[in-house]
């Protein structure tokens, strides 16, 4: 077997409980991270057997997997730091902890394209989602107003859209013939 194909074998078998529990709890985390899984998984049937990848599939698993890796530690470091394994009350910071991870996607990016913002603001956000998490705070129904306000005073550009990873999965699994949409394409809880 391709070697990167044994490496994403190995996270998947290591992340699969942890992320088929995301799936059951229906946490915003499975819906945020499903898009990369789910092309990662396809590319992973379709090629499984072969000798060698097409280059375009060798830099997709690549990204994804790299991707994939760093978003589930970053989850996986606040539910064994802060929440001592609770699953549920891991949940119950779901939410949180997606903000956390869509800010430093943003961030990345940002950077990447040299894009000029308020980068003590975006600090200053991290900080609060984070101090939420470390000291248990209420969770507000309207988090998401807040975070947007914040982020759109950060950035301020009228026409900037952001183009994250996951957007660009979304767009690779539509080529490939993937549904998102159908809950029956999950493909969670399959062996491989």
Request: proline share 1%.
């Amino acid at each position: 077997m391709i070697e990167l194909l044994k490496e994403y074998q190995s996270w998947y078998i290591e992340n699969k409980e942890f992320f088929e529990g995301l799936k059951s709890h229906e946490s915003v985390l499975y819906t945020r991270l499903y898009p990369v899984y789910d092309v990662l998984y396809f590319l992973y049937k379709e090629n499984k057997n072969e000798d060698s990848l097409d280059e375009d599939i060798d830099k997709i698993i690549q990204v994804g997997l790299e991707y994939l890796h760093g978003q589930l530690f970053t989850c996986k470091l606040y539910y064994e730091k802060f929440f001592n394994k609770n699953f549920h009350a891991f949940l119950e910071y779901d939410r949180v902890v997606n903000y956390l991870l869509f800010l430093e996607d943003l961030k990345y990016e940002l950077n990447e394209k040299k894009i000029d913002y308020d980068t003590e603001g975006l600090e200053d956000i991290i900080d609060y989602l984070e101090s939420m998490i470390s000291e248990k705070k209420e969770v507000l129904d309207n988090l998401n107003v807040y975070i947007d306000s914040r982020v759109s005073n950060i950035i301020q550009l009228d026409h900037y859209e952001f183009h994250s990873i996951i957007d660009i999965f979304v767009e690779i699994g539509d080529t490939l013939g993937i549904n998102f949409d159908d809950e029956e394409d999950l493909v969670i809880g399959e062996d491989i």
